[in-house]
């Protein structure tokens, strides 16, 4: 089945040292986003992939970096965790039509991250 | 700018009672309107959407009208099940090529047995 994966499903970091969250698609969408969801919150958008031009939010901390080095995977480095990065973050794709982005979002099931 | 507000949770309710979910929306242009639903400790899964006005999206039971006049999309389901309890977001997508989702703050169902 066509699909979005996040992996790992769960991570645990220190305060201060570097994690990285991957995604991967078999849906083949040119289009991936990266949201941050925090407990009994609404996801925000932390930025996302067109192809391989990225769009980053206006107010997305520094600390949050992303790379996609295919169409089928992307990667969120958060370069220096926070405790207020503790969150549950998810990756989601669309596809491009005719030069309209696409409005439905797939998700995957989501990376929980607590940092210490 | 471009909003969602949801009815606050909890919504508790008893099995086979009948579901409503008020979802009002601010926005320029004509948007595209969705439900997702999230499962404890899983990730978000389209429920329904609809694009334009007096579209009526439907799924598993659920169904949303896309109501341009009262600017809403409520969630309305006739039977609920115990297997129904999550936290479901309406969200909007704005006109234009923006790919942005913007999400209201989620309610909360329970359905006790």
């Known amino acids: 089945d066509a699909m979005v994966i996040q992996n790992p499903r769960y991570q645990v970091t220190q305060f201060g040292k570097p994690v990285t969250l991957s995604c991967s698609q078999t849906?083949?969408?040119?289009?991936m986003y990266w949201y941050q969801q925090k407990s009994s919150q609404a996801p925000k958008l932390l930025f996302h992939?067109?192809?391989?031009?990225?769009?980053n939010e206006a107010d997305t901390p520094d600390n949050f970096q992303s790379r996609r080095p295919n169409t089928s995977f992307c990667f969120l480095d958060i370069r220096s965790p926070g405790l207020g990065d503790t969150a549950m973050y998810l990756c989601?794709?669309?596809?491009?039509?005719?030069?309209?982005?696409?409005?439905?979002?797939?998700f995957g099931p989501g990376t929980r991250l607590t940092v210490l | 700018g471009n909003s969602v507000t949801q009815m606050e949770g909890p919504v508790t309710l008893s099995e086979e009672a009948f579901l409503t979910i008020n979802c009002t929306y601010t926005?320029?242009?004509?948007?595209?309107l969705f439900w997702y639903v999230q499962y404890p400790g899983e990730g978000l899964q389209l429920l329904l959407k609809?694009?334009?006005?007096?579209d009526k999206g439907s799924n598993k039971g659920f169904e949303a009208t896309y109501r341009k006049e009262t600017t809403s999309f409520h969630l309305e389901k006739g039977s609920v099940q115990v297997s129904d309890s999550a936290v479901y977001f309406c969200?909007?997508?704005?006109?234009?090529?923006?790919?942005?989702?913007?999400f209201g703050q989620g309610t909360t169902l329970q359905v006790k047995p």
């Open positions: 989601a794709t669309s596809r491009d039509r005719r030069g309209r982005v696409s409005d439905t979002q797939y």
């Open positions: 992939y067109y192809d391989k031009d990225f769009n």
């Open positions: 609809a694009t334009k006005a007096d």
């Open positions: 849906l083949n969408h040119n289009v």
């Open positions: 969200a909007l997508s704005p006109s234009g090529n923006t790919g942005k989702l913007i």
């Open positions: 926005a320029t242009g004509y948007p595209s």
